[in-house]
């Protein structure tokens, strides 16, 4: 994200989708990728499986070869990697020390409350340098339906 984006736009379909995904993946964490054609405009997002095996309420893991698959399929749209998102299950939409510690800054972070079993707040974060803590972002749900990008298959 860098310095210029203080704003994230945010496709309405993309929200819908990383709802729907955060209430299915209850009481665990879910997770996915955020994807767009550049900062601040996410328009896709792609569940991921949580990989994490040993604390699957409290933590979310993708996989190196889901992150690779992530890179390949947002390069095959034209799109660009811009993010994580994951829930937390029946704790507040604000990251926690782990979330942190694994975070990379340049990259996105969404994070979606599920209150037993619905969702509820979304948040948008990003780490602003190496060592800094995390910064909100404010955030605009964009009405629409995502545009065609080159790899994208209808249904």
């Given amino acids: 994200m860098g310095e210029a984006a203080t704003r994230v736009h945010v496709l309405a379909s993309a929200l819908d989708v990383i ?3 955060a ?10 990728a955020l994807l767009g054609p550049e900062a601040g405009d996410v328009r896709v997002t792609i569940p991921l499986p949580n990989s994490e095996t040993g604390q699957p309420r409290r933590r979310f893991k993708v996989s190196p070869e889901d992150y ?16 994580f998102w994951h829930s937390h299950p029946d704790h507040p939409a604000r990251p926690s020390a782990t979330d942190r510690r694994y975070a990379w800054e340049g990259l996105l972070t ?6 037993e079993g619905e969702p509820a707040e979304v948040s948008v974060w990003e780490v602003p340098g190496r060592d ?11 009405a629409g339906a995502p545009r065609e990008f080159p790899g994208t298959r209808r249904s």
């Fill in 132 to 142: 800094l803590p995390f910064r909100q972002l404010c955030f605009e749900e964009v």
């Fill in 110 to 115: 969404v994070v979606v409350a599920v209150k």
């Fill in 68 to 83: 690779l698959a992530i890179e390949d399929a947002a390069e095959a749209r034209g799109l660009r990697l811009l993010g």
């Fill in 19 to 21: 709802r729907l995904e």
């Fill in 23 to 32: 209430a299915r993946a209850y009481p665990h964490e879910g997770c996915g």
